[in-house]
């Protein structure tokens, strides 16, 4: 079964309007960590945001923030006011924390988006 | 954020030639390095886990003689492709970790790789 979950292959929106990038994830592991990172088509992986499984409250940075919904397993990634510069791939990945797991990062496939001028 | 490099950002070859890809932590000693395969419009594929000092991890289905990281410091890790052949094109990508700056991995720029 995919751990990491991105079911929106690609999507538009319209500049300076909000965008929900989608993520759901499996884990039976109590303490992991969710993160979005973006990939410009330079191919870099840019940091955006990170949610641990224990934080009470959802992580916010600049005009992202992380719709953490713990019960449903979903770790929405929502761009305020989308920006040109924001056309690029995203994706979700998860850290499972258990000792086995290594600490690895398990991507899910992506989702690009295209911000229309 | 951490910073960390990658060299060379391109690179051709012949096939049946070897192509070794340096990995480095700028400003911060990373614990662990990881490198990561990603092939066009696919996701990041974990190949190993490198931890300094010692042999690297390899993830299922990744041969480790084919693809030889050396983790010789906290601060360089290098993935060899060795006998590459056309299928080993791809992008290559490496992270770094340090406990103390959280639990993110912080990203290289990749390295593109084409075999001849």
């Known amino acids: 079964a995919q751990k990491i979950t991105q079911t929106q292959p690609g999507m538009f929106v319209q500049e300076k309007e909000a965008v929900t990038l989608d993520c759901t994830y499996d884990?039976?592991?109590?303490?992991?960590?969710l993160f979005w990172y973006k990939q410009p088509s330079s191919g870099e992986m840019i940091f955006l945001i990170y949610?641990?499984?224990?934080?009470?409250q959802n992580a916010t940075e600049g005009r992202y923030s992380l719709n953490f919904q713990k019960a449903r397993k979903s770790a929405n990634l929502v761009i305020s006011a989308s920006q040109l510069g924001d056309s690029a791939m995203y994706f979700c990945?998860?850290?499972?924390?258990?000792?086995?797991?290594?600490?690895?990062?398990?991507f899910g496939g992506g989702t690009r988006v295209l911000v229309k001028p | 954020g951490a910073v960390v490099s990658q060299h060379p950002s391109w690179v051709i070859c012949k096939s049946g030639t070897s192509v070794k890809i340096e990995c480095r932590s700028l400003?911060?000693?990373?614990?662990?390095m990881f490198w990561y395969r990603q092939f066009p419009k696919q996701s990041l594929m974990l190949m190993a886990t490198?931890?300094?000092?010692?042999?690297?991890?390899?993830e299922q289905g990744v041969e480790k003689d084919k693809f030889l990281i050396n983790h010789a410091s906290l601060t360089l890790s290098t993935l060899t492709v060795t006998s590459a052949h056309p299928e080993d094109s791809s992008f290559y990508i490496c992270?770094?970790?340090?406990?103390?700056?959280?639990?993110?991995?912080?990203f290289g720029p990749g390295t593109r790789l084409l075999v001849l």
């Open positions: 992270s770094a970790r340090v406990a103390v700056l959280g639990e993110t991995q912080y």
């Open positions: 884990t039976s592991d109590p303490s992991y960590g």
């Open positions: 949610q641990g499984s224990y934080d009470q």
């Open positions: 990945a998860m850290r499972e924390g258990s000792k086995a797991a290594g600490n690895k990062l398990t």
């Open positions: 400003d911060f000693q990373a614990t662990t």
């Open positions: 490198s931890n300094e000092g010692s042999k690297a991890t390899y």
